[in-house]
């Protein structure tokens, strides 16, 4: 007796559908922050200037960035720090094109003081 399965299809263009569901390897803001990252590829992300004057900038590859947290300018979105400066990226941009660095918990701490 075959059991057959009925597949329910989804239209590509239904808003409740999420990407984020062929991406189990995302993570949260709250788990993300103090985390390093070197990136694979060159990322595009935002830099403001003091006069809050937004611009695109591109990270170039092999750039090690810390996550600060959460970006207060870009939804799904984190604020990190590269070279003493914050830019804001895309979570989807920073876990495709990037790779955890691994660090000692005192090496963290240390960059964990630098972002406060």
Same mark, same amino acid.
């Given at each position: ?11 590509m ?5 999420s990407?984020m ?11 993300? &922050?103090? &985390?390093?990252y &070197?990136?694979?590829?060159?990322l !595009?992300a /935002?830099h403001?200037d ?15 960035? &810390? !996550? ?8 799904s979105?984190?604020? /990190?720090?590269?070279?003493?400066g914050?830019?804001?990226?895309f979570?989807?941009?920073l876990m495709a094109r990037? !790779?955890?660095?691994?660090e000692?918990?005192?090496?963290? #701490? #240390?960059g964990l003081a630098?972002?406060a």
């Amino acid at each position: 007796m075959a059991q057959t399965l009925e597949k329910e299809s989804i239209p590509m263009t239904t808003p409740t559908v999420s990407s984020m569901v062929l991406l189990p390897g995302l993570i949260t803001s709250d788990n993300a &922050r103090g &985390r390093k990252y &070197r990136t694979t590829a060159s990322l !595009v992300a /935002v830099h403001f200037d003091q006069t809050k004057k937004g611009g695109i900038v591109f990270l170039p590859q092999g750039a090690e960035v &810390r !996550v600060i947290g959460p970006s207060s300018c870009l939804p799904s979105g984190f604020e /990190v720090l590269f070279e003493k400066g914050i830019y804001h990226l895309f979570e989807i941009d920073l876990m495709a094109r990037s !790779v955890l660095i691994f660090e000692t918990l005192l090496d963290k #701490r #240390r960059g964990l003081a630098a972002c406060a």
